[in-house]
């Protein structure tokens, strides 16, 4: 037994793990339940490393040094559990079982209970960064027993991401809190991705830029306050001509969106917690929406009204979409963090939200500038009400919040779909409302059902009596 870390799962990801492991140094014992990709692997990247070829599971675990790591990057699901169980029968007290895959993280409070009840320590770590992240430095939220952090920390910090010298990598909390900060990063990543469709949807429709134009927009923004990876790739697939046709490729791509659930995922927990992340609703039910391609079809043409007026100043109306963006951006985040800290309450994790913006800044598919910003907001004030109270987003929302309401209202005028922006800055407006017509929901829900409410200038709950002489008693 030599390896320090095994691998099983060895198609993009797992593969590119595997390299990432070895190319840091570490002995990586190889397993795949079809030993193809075993062999593939090592046949054309055999060279980046110390590798341990196996093809059983006992074999794959007997190649580990104790107490034994294994990191499993197989589809999330059934086959997950699958591979867990096999690896568990073989396994010994101690050893630890990491799962990197994008599993529901109520999926991975399941499996840690059953494993320490096994005396097995399991590791949900959720692994951001796609395939290239994986081979060059990905951002890892590994939950699970702390203990057991102490003895695979050093190895998955070596294989992160690292801004200024700090590994995009660190212990997240028990059990499934890893799989849920990984869902919530992707939930505002959907958001991230809405927002700047939307923002090239407007400069598409109301300016008549061409996709090159908007490369160049996004080019330049990205040397700002917007500089991040999802900016920088959208430059890049906005500016890629398609070799069939001559035209930009965006412009020959089916306008569908299809995703693979966890931005679901997050809106679903959202519901359960009672957490307003509207920002990742729309992104995800815009996602439905284009991939409603029967529906669309049929509604060519409905109506648009003539309120058409479209910006006459470009510069003005490209700085204002800038605006927009970011500010919008605040509550995507400001929304997620929420999340987080109600997750965490709920499932008392004692996540600390500083740590998730330090790590999310390299690596993962959200990486941003923009997330220094929310580490010092952080650092400066744990129990920060919502990030958008922080003076720094406070301050850039109050420079954005003329251009973000021009964005929405010509959008609408002009008859271009704004569902991020436009739920944005509702949220944004109602967050900071000093009434909302919630007094009426609620009288409407004493009337109906004797739900009863409070009253601003008294403590206890009241109904009035609707249906009788509409006086009002104590509940
Ligand atoms: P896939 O999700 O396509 O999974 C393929 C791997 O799973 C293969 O190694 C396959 O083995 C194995 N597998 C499937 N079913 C079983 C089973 N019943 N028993 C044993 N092994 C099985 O691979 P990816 O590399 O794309 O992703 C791996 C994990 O990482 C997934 O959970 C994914 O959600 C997650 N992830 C992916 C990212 C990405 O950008 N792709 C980013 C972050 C996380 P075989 O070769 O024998 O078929």
């Not at 490209?318 to 999340?339: C, H, N, P, W």
């Not at 003076?391 to 964005?407: G, H, K, L």
């Amino acid at each position: 037994a030599r390896a320090q870390i095994g691998v099983t799962g060895l198609a993009v990801m797992g593969s590119n793990i595997a390299r990432n492991f070895a190319r840091n140094g570490y002995t990586v014992a190889l397993h795949n339940r079809s030993v193809g990709k075993t062999d593939a692997l090592l046949e054309a990247h055999g060279g980046d490393g110390d590798f341990v070829r196996t093809e059983t599971v006992e074999e794959f675990v007997a190649a580990l040094e104790k107490p034994r790591r294994v990191l499993i990057m197989v589809k999330a699901g059934d086959a997950t559990d699958a591979v867990i169980e096999e690896l568990a029968a073989v396994m010994e007290p101690g050893d630890i079982i990491i799962d990197g895959g994008n599993a529901l993280y109520t999926d991975t409070i399941r499996r840690e209970a059953a494993m320490a009840a096994r005396g097995l320590n399991f590791v949900g770590a959720g692994i951001s960064g796609g395939e290239e992240g994986a081979l060059n430095g990905p951002a890892i939220m590994p939950g699970g027993p702390k203990e057991s952090y102490e003895s695979l920390g050093p190895l998955l910090e070596s294989i992160a991401a690292q801004v200024d010298g700090t590994p995009c990598c660190t212990h997240i909390g028990p059990d499934g809190s890893g799989h849920f900060v990984k869902m919530v990063h992707n939930g505002i990543e959907y958001a991230d991705m809405q927002l700047i469709g939307e923002a090239y949807h407007l400069f598409r429709d109301a300016l008549g830029f061409d996709a090159k134009q908007i490369a160049d927009v996004f080019t330049q923004w990205n040397s700002g306050d917007l500089e991040s990876y999802l900016v920088e790739i959208t430059a890049q697939v906005l500016e890629q001509v398609d070799a069939k046709t001559g035209k930009a490729l965006v412009d020959v791509i089916v306008d569908a969106a299809e995703q693979k659930g966890t931005g679901r995922w997050t809106v679903k927990s959202a519901l359960d917690l009672g957490v307003p992340v509207t920002g990742i609703a729309e992104a995800v039910f815009a996602r439905a929406l284009s991939g409603s391609r029967a529906q669309r079809k049929a509604a060519v043409g409905l109506a648009s009204g003539t309120l058409a007026d479209k910006p006459t100043d470009v510069a003005q109306f490209t700085e204002d979409i800038r605006q927009a963006l970011y500010a919008s951006k605040v509550v995507a985040y400001a929304q997620g963090f929420d999340q987080i800290a109600a997750g965490s309450a709920e499932y008392d994790w004692d996540l600390n939200p500083g740590d998730l913006a330090t790590i999310w800044r390299g690596g993962c598919i959200i990486r941003a500038r923009f997330l220094n910003r929310i580490k010092d907001a952080y650092a400066e004030n744990p129990e920060l009400p919502s990030l958008i109270l922080a003076p720094y987003f406070r301050e850039a929302i109050e420079t954005a919040i003329d251009s973000w309401r021009r964005v929405v209202s010509t959008a609408t005028l002009l008859g271009i779909p704004v569902p991020a922006f436009a739920s944005s800055l509702s949220y944004y407006d109602a967050l900071r409302a000093e009434r909302l017509p919630a007094a009426l929901t609620q009288g409407q829900r004493d009337f109906f059902g004797a739900h009863t409410y409070e009253r601003v200038d008294a403590d206890g709950k009241y109904h009035t009596l609707w249906s009788g002489d509409r006086s009002e008693v104590p509940a």
